[in-house]
T-cell receptor
C-alpha cells in the first residue's frame, strides 16, 4: 500500500463549484500534513498546512482526522486560477524532532472551466 | 533572497554520460533534498542532507551521488546516465528541526536521457 494515496483525477468542474479532495496516509507516526499546489511544469508550492483542529484560508479548508488517517481539502467558489494539481504531503518526523522527509501523494489534477 | 536555484533548466544526455545538477539556496537552511518527479509516480526522494558534510539516501538513490561541502550548495551527480533517469528533478530546502514548516522548492531541472 502506498504511503499517501489521493483521489484519482482529473476533476473537471465549472467556475463557482465546490470541490473536495481526499487523501489517506498509512503511517500512523506521521506528524505534519500539508497540501501543496503544483502548476503545470512548475515546482510544488505550499498551499496550506493541515492542523488537527482543521484550518481555513479564504476559500480553502483543510481537515485532518488522525484516527482515520485521513486528510481533506475543500475548495469553495472555484476560480479558473485554481486549475492545478493538488498534492497531499505528510512528514514523518524522526525521533528527537529531527528533520523528517516529505512523502508525496501522486496528486489530483483540477481543471476549472468557465 | 533568490530562494532555491537550480541549473540547468533543461538537459539532454546520451546514455552513459555523466553530469551534475546544481542546487543552491541563500536562506541558510540546514536541510536540503533532491526529488525526482515522473508521470503517475509523484515526487520521490533521492538523497537528502541535514547539514554540511552529512548526506543520506532517500527512496530512490541508485544511480545518483550527492555531497554537501557547504550549507548553500547540494549538487546531484549522475555518474552514468540511463534512460530510466529521464525525469524532472527538484531540489528543496527547509530549516532543520522544523518539520512542520514548508519546504522551498527550486524551479526544477528537466532531464532527457537518450
Amino acid at each position: 500500500r502506498k504511503e499517501v494515496e489521493q483521489d484519482p483525477g482529473p476533476f473537471n468542474v465549472p467556475e463557482g463549484a465546490t470541490v473536495a479532495f481526499n487523501c489517506t496516509y498509512s503511517n500512523s507516526a506521521s506528524q505534519s500534513f500539508f497540501w501543496y499546489r503544483q502548476d503545470c511544469r512548475k515546482e510544488p508550492k505550499l498551499l496550506m498546512s493541515v492542523y488537527s483542529s482543521g484550518n481555513e484560508d479564504g476559500r480553502f479548508t483543510a481537515q485532518l482526522n488522525r484516527a482515520s488517517q485521513y486528510i481533506s481539502l475543500l475548495i469553495r467558489d472555484s476560480k479558473l486560477s485554481d486549475s492545478a494539481t493538488y498534492l497531499c504531503v505528510v512528514n514523518h518526523e524522526t525521533y528527537g524532532g529531527s528533520q523528517g522527509n516529505l512523502i508525496f501523494g501522486k496528486g489530483t489534477k483540477l481543471s476549472v472551466k468557465p | 533572497n533568490a530562494g532555491v536555484t537550480q541549473t540547468p533548466k533543461f538537459q539532454v544526455l546520451k546514455t552513459g554520460q555523466s553530469m551534475t545538477l546544481q542546487c543552491a539556496q541563500d536562506m541558510n537552511h540546514e536541510y536540503m533534498s533532491w526529488y525526482r518527479q515522473d508521470p503517475g509516480m509523484g515526487l520521490r526522494l533521492i538523497h537528502y542532507s541535514v547539514g554540511a558534510g552529512i548526506t543520506d539516501q532517500g527512496e530512490v538513490p541508485n544511480g545518483y551521488n550527492v555531497s554537501r561541502s557547504t550549507t548553500e550548495d547540494f549538487p546531484l551527480r549522475l555518474l552514468s546516465a540511463a534512460p530510466s533517469q529521464t525525469s524532472v528533478y527538484f531540489c528543496a530546502s527547509t530549516p532543520l528541526g522544523r518539520a512542520w514548516e514548508t519546504q522551498y522548492f527550486g524551479p526544477g531541472t528537466r532531464l532527457l536521457v537518450l
